[in-house]
């Protein structure tokens, strides 16, 4: 199989995110090419993992179809032979690109994390047993790990390019984008959380949570940006297994969170980069989450036969 950790494209390099490398087409358009580096507690791991950037454009590209009634978004094409029929150039790029790129419209970035949690879990879970709190702001008392909360939460965070995010107030994301902007990103964000979560569940699957980008296009509309309810994104849990008052099986990157904690238990790993080598055995597992995740999610399997 093809595993990718760096790409290298034809075209001018703007960035290289924690998973994605981000090309200029032109003016107007980018290229967004999804390797397989995995990260966990905003730590890019040394390994990478087979499979999961076919997985994340892929899966990103059925939900933006899925929402795109509710929230315009940046793709124009995912898959290769539109992509390439859009920047010829790309032609003898094709097998780089071949299931894990997407070709965007250019997009101002909102420089905040859009969070929202119908469950309470991961970082929000840990700073509620601290102190009852999320981002400060106090939450029902007696609530279990991974409790449904009454309602789900609109929890921004700020980005971070290296290191970790930290959740914020929507006074702060008031601040920061303004009040107009964050009431419309607080309420797009609930509407696409609302759409995943009432097809993940008749797919038995439960959407804890998820976190989602926007920016601003050309004319200055709001646009859903970046990837779209993956598991590098969001915590899927199967129905049938959920029992709160502690940690969930998933879908998702559980396997390497799960012998993360693990080391940062043992003292091994401070949580900070460089990360601990990760043991063959959690690279397959998560794999084979991501695979799972998309087959359960869409009803078939990712494309990854050009991948092999």
Not at 67 to 83: E, S, Y
Request: glycine content about 8%; aromatic content about 6%; some cysteine.
């Amino acid at each position: 199989m093809t595993i990718m950790v760096t790409s290298d494209i034809p075209l001018p390099l703007l960035g290289r995110g924690k998973v994605r490398d981000i090309y200029a087409v032109d003016a107007d358009r980018l290229l967004l090419v999804a390797t397989d580096r995995v990260s966990a507690f905003d730590v890019v791991m040394r390994e990478a993992v087979p499979f999961k950037g076919a997985v994340l454009t892929q899966l990103s590209a059925w939900w933006f179809a899925q929402t795109r009634d509710i929230v315009a978004n940046h793709v124009i094409a995912a898959q290769v032979d539109a992509i390439i029929e859009h920047v010829p150039a790309l032609e003898p790029s094709r097998a780089a690109i071949a299931g894990r790129a997407m070709l965007c419209r250019r997009a101002t970035v909102f420089p905040i994390e859009c969070v929202i949690r119908g469950y309470i879990s991961g970082s929000a879970w840990k700073e509620y047993a601290a102190s009852g709190t999320l981002a400060g702001e106090p939450l029902p008392n007696g609530l279990r790990e991974s409790d449904r909360l009454p309602e789900p939460i609109f929890s921004p965070a700020t980005k971070a390019e290296t290191g970790h995010d930290e959740n914020i107030t929507i006074a702060r994301m008031r601040q920061i984008v303004g009040s107009g902007a964050a009431a419309e990103l607080e309420r797009l964000t609930r509407a696409v959380y609302a759409r995943g979560c009432a097809i993940a569940e008749g797919r038995g699957i439960i959407l804890a949570d998820t976190k989602l980008e926007f920016g601003r296009d050309v004319t200055g509309a709001i646009t859903l940006i970046d990837e779209l309810l993956t598991p590098d994104s969001s915590r899927f849990w199967p129905a049938d297994a959920y029992r709160p008052g502690g940690p969930q099986p998933s879908f998702d990157k559980q396997p390497l969170r799960d012998y993360l904690e693990g080391e940062r238990r043992a003292r091994r790993w401070n949580g900070d980069a460089p990360p601990p080598p990760l043991p063959e055995d959690v690279v397959r597992a998560t794999s084979a989450r991501y695979l799972d995740a998309f087959r359960r999610l869409t009803g078939h399997a990712a494309d990854v036969a050009e991948l092999q």
